[in-house]
Structure formats: C-alpha cells, structure tokens
C-alpha cells in the first residue's frame, strides 16, 4: 500500500509511518522545511517538502497514493484561534480538495474525543454516537477547530468525493511527544505539582503506536468507510497512577498532594490569563483544559473499534510509559 501522511513528525503521525514501515508499505510524508525530519529519514520514507495549505505540494505528494491519512493539525490548548483555523480547519480543507484533485478516494482522519465537548470530562458515557460539544470556554479553539474539520471530512465522505474514516483518540502519549509529555514533566517537578481532585479517576491514555495501528485497520477495512472510531483507552489507569508511575520512573518525589477540581480550575483560569496579559506564546503549566482531561471522569467507549476493525492493543503501559521516559531522557536530559 502507498500511503501519504499529513502530520509525519508529530507524535501521532511518526509512530503511524513507523508502523507502516514495518508493515511494508510505502510511506509518502509531507514535511515542513523546518520540521525536525531525523526519525523519518531513519525510516527511509519519501518527503515532500510543504504544507497544508500548499495545494501544490498536498498534490505532490499524493501522486499515486492509495490512501491518505491526515494527521496534522494545531494540537495545543493554546494559542489564537488563527492559527486554529489555519491549520485544522483550512489544512483539512486543502487536503480535501487536493485529493479531489489527483483521485485519491481514502483518507484516514485524525481527530479527537475533544469533539464531544468538556462536559463529557465530568461523566458518562460517550459512544461515536454522541452529539458534538456545544458548550466552550472562553479561548478554548482546539475541540471546535476539531469538530469543524471533522463536520468537513464527513460532508465529503457523504457527497461521495471521497471515501473517509474517522478516528478519536484520547490522551496519546508515547516516545516523540514533544508537547504533551515534557509539559507535564515541568508540572510534577515544580511547586504546583499536585492531584486534581481525588486522582482516583481513570485516564482516557493510549499509546501511540496503538492509535497508529487503529488508523491503518480503518485504511484497509472496508467496514470502516463512513464509520467514527473512540480509540481513547488502551489500559485502566488512574491519574494517581499515571503521576506516580512517571515520577518514579524520572526519580521525582511522588506526589500526594491534592487540590479540588473547583478550586483548580479557577487557578489555571487565572493562570491564563496573566499569561495573556504578558503575551506568553507558550501554555502555562496550568490551563482549565488541562485540568478537564487530568480530572477527566468520562468514559469514551472504544467497543465499535475492537469489534469493527478487531482493534487490540498491543503496546501495554507499563512498555508503553518505559519507552516514553527513555525517549524523554535521550531528549531532555542535558536541557
């Protein structure tokens, strides 16, 4: 199979060309000039120099593809809705119309349990039946960014111009994280480091290249056309749990300290917004969204995946937060 990948450098997308890789197949990657290129290059993969919103450089890359997976996106809890806009929403659109151009019909997208809003991170359950969010916070873009793209790549797979799966995964964590994780690092090794709430709730955690072989399952089976798969939870694991397993794999105090959800919230709402008033490009270490996934009491089934598509984890995360950390380190160590 020759495939194309928007997103190839980022967490999701290069444990995705990995896997592909030891698949077999031929791998297409469209990459950035600036973009940190050495993991693809180490897999041998074809790139394309580009963007998403260069037509001309989406078509160039599509030439001759099979399917498209469409990985990139603005994935942050921060930042102006232009640069949401940019490249969720209108890089979706370009990748659309450029395989409505060069006749390539599959297309695997990424998108997220974000789209059923913050209100499904108090509680419940959440099939890919559920209606969309509607509820947001004041300068929260990423989950209605998610959810117009989504929304796009459906209005196409119905218009039958192209032949579209959908997958949203939850938490992904894994080696090449060079947002999410490291972030959380300078969380549990400062002042602030604590639980939220109780910490016995459970984390909607995936690894990486467990999403990744969702996506291609999606690609090569035809039950999928059409279809949404939740691939948000590969382990039972507390927010206790996942705190202490990564302090004590990086030698940290543990953290046992406790603040109430409320109490958070208004903390990293205030966090927020004095980093907006110095003009902060980055999140700061507490933000209301990062308190709604840590505190996270929702429950977004995955029982659609693993019956359709026979999806079952194999990366368990005990392996899965080793290979984490030992990344982590070859990375961050001497910063």
Known sequence: MRAFITGGTGLLGSHLVERLVARGDEVVALVRQTSDTRFLKRLGVELVIGDVSDRSSLERGMDGAE??????????????WSEFQRHTIDGTHYVLEAMRATGVRRLVHISSVAVYGRQAHRGGRYTEEAPYGTDFMAWEYYAPAKIAAEKMVLGYHQ???????????????????????????RFLKSDLACLVGSGDNELQLVYAGNVADACILAAIREVASGRIYNVSRDCQVTQ???????????????????????????????SEIMARLVGKREPPSLTRYGVYIVSNRGDFDC????????????????????????????EYENE
């Not at 579209?164 to 060079?178: F, L, Q, T």
């Not at 940290?252 to 990293?268: E, G, M, N, S």
């Open 67 to 80: 399917v498209v997976f469409h990985a990139a996106a603005k994935v942050s809890d921060w930042g102006p």
């Open 159 to 185: 218009r039958g111009w192209v032949d579209a799966r959908v997958i949203r995964p939850g938490w992904i964590y894994g080696p090449r994280d060079r947002a999410g994780f490291p972030r959380l690092v």
């Open 240 to 270: 206790r749990q996942y705190v202490n397993a990564v302090t004590r794999a990086l030698g940290l105090r543990p953290v046992t300290r406790r603040i109430p959800t409320p109490v958070a919230i208004q903390l990293a709402w205030m």
């Open 303 to 330: 029982t659609r995946a693993r019956q359709e598509l026979g999806w079952q984890p194999r990366v368990t995360f005990e392996e899965g937060l080793a290979r984490t950390v030992e990344w982590y380190r070859s």
